[in-house]
Structure formats: structure tokens, C-alpha cells
């Protein structure tokens, strides 16, 4: 079990310009969960796969973000067109199929919007 | 979105205090997880308690279910340095579509 692994730790980008984070999961963890972290805040989910296909997004997701994760085994999020309320931990988790089954979480990627 | 409340926000403890956390809800709730985080990290999952359960054990911790009162609470004996963390409790709400919703946490610091 070599854990949830995120990339890039921390990124730091102008306004108005796109990112993209990486997340892979535990090899055999089927479900795939974004989050996303402001300081002194729990965890807001943005979405969730089960293999490739995303099953849930959050009424909160603007449509300048996007996720995927093409044969069902890493994940992409990409953020368009940034903005300063961007700006926040993004957090990937992994899981075995199953709602209350526990999530892994990597250590996140660390987002700073100039 | 929604979030659970956790009370106290912050709690600083001596080594070897117990510490008391607390989370309720304005929905209703059935199972409910807690999680720790260490600062930087990510979340570790710590428990899991189902709603037929009103009480559960894990090592030092022990947890407890009021679905009635929306609540549930993590007690920590015999606290160690290496338990500052904040602690996050999660749940699906009724009408939040499926997924987790965590609470805003608490920071524990316990000094040694």
C-alpha cells in the first residue's frame, strides 16, 4: 500500500491562468473523491468517480472546473481560469467500492492564487 | 455547503487529559466517521460508528451516536503529544446527494 499520492505539493499561479492536479489512488480502490480545504475548514467535496466515470458533482462546482480520470485508475482537476477564492487545499481520496468505506487522502495540493 | 459543527473549535490539554470532542447536525444523520489530520496532512480515517450503534472502542478512543440529537462525540484518554491534530467528524446528511459532509473540526493541542 504505497498511500494516495498527489502532485504537484504546492502551486502557485496568477489569476487567470489554468492549473491541473494530479491524484493516483490506491491501485485497487475503485472510487476516486476531490475535495476541497480552506484554512481552519473540514474537507468540501467537489466530486467523486467510480472507475472512469464521475459519478457525483457538488452544485458548488463552477463550470471552470473540471475532472476526469480516464481507465479508471489516476485522476486530473483542472482549474480554468483562476481566481483569488480559489485559493485552498484541493485534497484527492481514495476507496473501495462501498459509501462508508474509509477514504485515503493524500497530503493534498497547496493552491496560492496572485 | 453544509457543515457539521464541532464544538470546541480548539482544545488544549495536557499530556495524559482526556479530551472530549463534539459534532451535531441539522439533518438528519445515520452512520458517521471521524477523521484526524495532522497539520499539512491529509486525513486519516480514525472510526466508523452505524446508526444501530450508540457507543464504539477503538484503542483510546471511544465514540459515541445520538441520531436523535444529531450528535455524536470522540473521546480521547490519556492523550499523548502525538495526538495534536484537528479531528473531523463526517456524515451523509439527507438531501446533499452522496457524499461525505464534514464538520468545520476541532484543533487539539496537547502539550507535553
Known amino acids: 500500500d504505497t498511500g494516495v499520492s498527489q502532485n504537484p505539493r504546492h502551486k502557485i499561479t496568477k489569476r487567470g491562468q489554468n492549473v491541473t492536479f494530479r491524484c493516483d489512488p490506491i491501485?485497487?480502490?475503485?472510487?476516486l473523491y476531490w475535495y476541497r480545504q480552506t484554512l481552519g475548514q473540514g474537507p468540501e467535496f467537489l466530486t467523486y468517480f467510480q472507475n472512469e466515470a464521475q459519478l457525483e458533482k457538488s452544485r458548488l462546482l463552477s463550470d471552470r472546473f473540471s475532472a476526469e480520470r480516464p481507465k479508471g485508475s489516476f485522476s486530473t482537476l483542472e482549474i480554468q481560469r483562476t481566481e483569488q477564492g480559489d485559493s485552498a487545499m484541493y485534497l484527492c481520496a481514495s476507496s473501495l467500492q462501498g459509501f462508508w468505506e474509509p477514504q485515503h487522502f493524500g497530503d493534498g495540493t497547496r493552491l496560492s492564487i496572485l | 455547503s453544509q457543515q457539521g459543527e464541532e464544538d470546541p473549535q480548539a482544545l488544549s490539554i495536557q499530556e495524559g487529559e482526556n479530551a472530549t470532542m463534539n459534532c451535531s447536525y441539522k439533518?438528519?444523520?445515520?452512520?458517521l466517521q471521524w477523521y484526524r489530520q495532522n497539520s499539512g496532512r491529509g486525513l486519516v480515517h480514525l472510526i466508523l460508528?452505524?446508526?444501530?450503534?450508540r457507543e464504539k472502542h477503538s484503542g483510546r478512543l471511544r465514540v459515541t451516536l445520538d441520531t436523535s440529537k444529531k450528535s455524536s462525540s470522540l473521546l480521547i484518554t490519556a492523550s499523548r503529544a502525538a495526538d495534536t491534530a484537528s479531528y473531523f467528524c463526517?456524515?451523509?446528511?439527507?438531501?446533499?446527494?452522496?457524499?461525505?459532509?464534514f464538520g468545520g473540526g476541532t484543533r487539539l493541542m496537547v502539550k507535553p
Open positions: 460508528i452505524r446508526s444501530n450503534e
Open positions: 463526517a456524515t451523509k446528511m439527507n438531501n446533499a446527494g452522496n457524499m461525505l459532509t
Open positions: 491501485s485497487e480502490h475503485n472510487r
Open positions: 439533518t438528519s444523520i445515520n452512520n
